[in-house]
């Protein structure tokens, strides 16, 4: 079982030597443990928050120990009675080819039905990227049909999933992404109303323009996976009583400082900016994922992968995620 440990953390920039790939035995099964054995693991922003030793609102990634994350795939052992071999789960199995768990925990395996959505989707849009997506818009940014949106980081795994679910709600809908590619993808096969280059416009004053002519009614609600200078040009936009859903700052993720260069904007405008962590509302993940199926099912939500083959690849394939090297959602493919 080859698997990929923290081995030590990052100073500023995270690189390839934090990681150190280790193979070791898997052990024999106890009651009510399953022997998965994995087809894809998620690579997630949010795990270079838990490299480093900081107070954050999840403890730190241990050292020594698996990559803990997402993981999609197939019953191979099992003495649980609700398991069966050839059974395809989703878990929280680590940057690993093989996980042992226990499934009596609550929560700790799912069974997923691949017959109209694929395994991977199940990492992605019709898992915690699209739930993200699913709480910010409707429990945050509440919007009316007719609103107009912008999200960051549009044609990732959340960016994506945010488009066909606000279209879904009659809204115009605005991505801002890094490149001509990636914005052509973002309005032709995601649908969304227009996308706007950052790297175009590298500076708040030139987004802010940008944002007028995209948005020529303002906006109503900004769901924001960046920080810096995009969150400032957008403040700048916002219509009275807007909403912002405050889902990722990954401009920020190495230690880069983010001011906000104008927040009294916040008040003149009267805005509400809400920060939020997907795990802490599992209320809400039935009701989401069940939409978000619904919509992978139909085609009217088909996101983007980027898939890197083997474990060895999985630290340059994180690495590139938190560089906008990834095209959609950032999955390594282990089988
Ligand atoms: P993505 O698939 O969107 O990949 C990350 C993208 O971020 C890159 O492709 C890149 O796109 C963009 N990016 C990276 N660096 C920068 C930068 N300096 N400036 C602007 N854009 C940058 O990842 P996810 O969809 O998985 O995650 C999106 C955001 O959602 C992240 O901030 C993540 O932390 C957050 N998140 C928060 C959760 C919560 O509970 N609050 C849960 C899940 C995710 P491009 O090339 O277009 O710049």
């Given at each position: 079982n080859k698997q990929q440990h923290l081995d030590n953390r990052p100073e500023g920039e995270a690189v390839a030597s934090n990681f150190k790939l280790v193979t070791s035995e898997t052990p024999a099964l106890k009651d009510n443990e399953v022997l998965v054995r994995h087809h894809y693991l998620s690579l997630d922003p949010y795990m270079r928050g838990r490299m480093n030793d900081s107070k954050s609102y999840a403890q730190p990634q241990p050292l020594g120990q698996v990559m803990q994350g997402g993981t999609a795939g197939e019953v191979v052992e099992s003495r649980h009675p609700k398991f069966a071999v050839g059974d395809k789960v989703?878990?929280?199995?680590?940057w690993q080819e093989y996980s042992v768990v226990d499934a009596s925990q609550p929560g700790m395996l799912r069974?997923?039905?691949t017959t109209h959505v694929p395994l991977s989707y199940y990492l992605g849009a019709v898992g915690m990227p699209g739930v993200t997506a699913w709480y910010g818009l409707v429990k945050i940014i509440a919007p009316k049909?007719?609103?107009?949106?912008v999200v960051s980081a549009a044609s990732g795994a959340v960016g994506s999933a945010f488009?066909?679910?606000a279209k879904a709600r009659g809204c115009r809908v605005v991505g801002i992404a890094g490149g001509p590619d990636k914005c052509k993808?973002?309005?032709?096969?995601?649908?969304?109303d227009a996308c706007i280059d950052y790297r175009q416009h590298p500076d708040a004053k030139s987004m802010s323009q940008a944002l007028k002519e995209a948005c020529p009614n303002g906006i109503d609600g900004y769901f924001e996976n960046v920080g810096g200078?995009?969150?400032d040009a957008v403040l700048s936009r916002m219509n009275a009583f807007g909403r912002i859903a405050l889902c990722g700052m990954i401009a920020g993720y190495d230690g880069q400082p983010l001011p906000m260069t104008n927040p009294s904007i916040l008040l003149i405008s009267r805005l509400k900016i809400e920060g939020f962590i997907v795990s802490e509302h599992m209320e809400?993940?039935?009701?989401?994922?069940?939409?978000l199926g619904g919509l992978a099912a139909s085609g009217k939500l088909r996101p983007r992968e980027s898939i890197a083959q083997g474990i060895e690849s999985a630290p340059e394939a994180f690495l590139g995620l938190l560089k906008g090297r990834n095209f959609g959602k950032q999955l390594v493919k282990l089988i």
């Open positions: 989703v878990g929280f199995g680590g069974k997923v039905d049909s007719g609103d107009t949106l488009g066909a679910l993808y973002v309005t032709d096969e995601l649908g969304f200078y995009i969150l809400v993940w039935p009701e989401a994922l069940q939409e």
